[in-house]
């Protein structure tokens, strides 16, 4: 079975300049999480889907961030424009819906100039 | 505001030898603990998890001790391996309300030959 996956791995832009990444979860998974994990920290949610309805987002900085699950399936985050403190791993993980355990895919590392 | 508090932030510890990492919690309605194992480069993947009605869970090599009274739990890596090495996160979360997973810091474990 194949796991998450995210592209790109890694991206590399300069200031002001916007950037998206994509996941797709687990087949079957219906609840899809996008997680930032700064260096040296753990994982902290922007956001949970339910299908493709967002029931947590309290802690998406929306006024630069912004995300999309279209058809329920995959996902798109974005940050527009990119700052300097958003260099980090983007994690996108997902879930059956009811289920506690989480599958992480393998993150894209962003460096922002 | 940290809510799970992770130690040691590093551990070097020598093939064969037990490894020990400890958590502490502040909001007594989490419900689920899971450890989390990751590799550079990769994402974080479930490797064992406890609920509050037991203080003890094994699996394999892997054991969680729990002690509700003093929300803490640890995870203890019996005959540690090189393996072994990477970096482990506790987490941390209240089921009922389906809040989010909260996540220690991580602790960085390097196993020696």
């Known amino acids: 079975e194949a796991g998450v996956v995210q592209s790109p791995r890694y991206k590399i832009i300069e200031k002001k300049q916007p950037v998206a990444f994509w996941c797709n979860p687990i087949?079957?998974?219906?609840?899809l999480y996008w997680y930032r994990q700064n260096l040296g920290q753990g994982p902290e949610l922007l956001i949970r889907?339910?299908?493709?309805?967002?029931?947590?987002d309290s802690q998406l900085p929306k006024d630069r961030f912004s995300a999309e699950r279209l058809k329920g399936v995959d996902s798109t985050l974005k940050i527009q424009p990119a700052e300097l403190g958003d260099s980090a791993v983007y994690l996108c993980?997902?879930?059956?819906?009811?289920?506690?355990?989480?599958?992480f895919g393998p993150g894209t590392r962003l460096l922002v100039l | 505001q940290q809510q799970v508090k992770q130690s040691p932030q590093s551990l070097i510890v020598q093939k064969g030898g037990i490894s020990i990492i400890n958590c502490a919690y502040e909001?007594?309605?989490?419900?689920?603990f899971p450890w989390y194992q990751q590799f550079p480069g990769k994402g974080p993947a479930l490797l064992i998890a406890?609920?509050?009605?037991?203080s003890e869970k094994k699996e394999g090599r892997f054991t969680i001790s729990f002690n509700k009274s003093a929300k803490q739990f640890s995870l203890h890596i019996m005959d540690s391996q090189p393996g072994d090495s990477a970096t482990y996160f506790c987490?941390?979360?209240?089921?009922?309300?389906?809040?989010?997973?909260?996540f220690g810091t991580g602790t960085r474990l390097q196993v020696t030959l």
């Open positions: 987490a941390a979360r209240n089921t009922g309300t389906a809040s989010k997973l909260t």
């Open positions: 909001n007594t309605a989490f419900d689920y």
């Open positions: 087949s079957g998974h219906n609840t």
């Open positions: 889907y339910e299908n493709e309805e967002a029931v947590d």
């Open positions: 406890i609920r509050p009605d037991v």
């Open positions: 993980a997902s879930s059956l819906t009811g289920k506690q355990t989480q599958y």
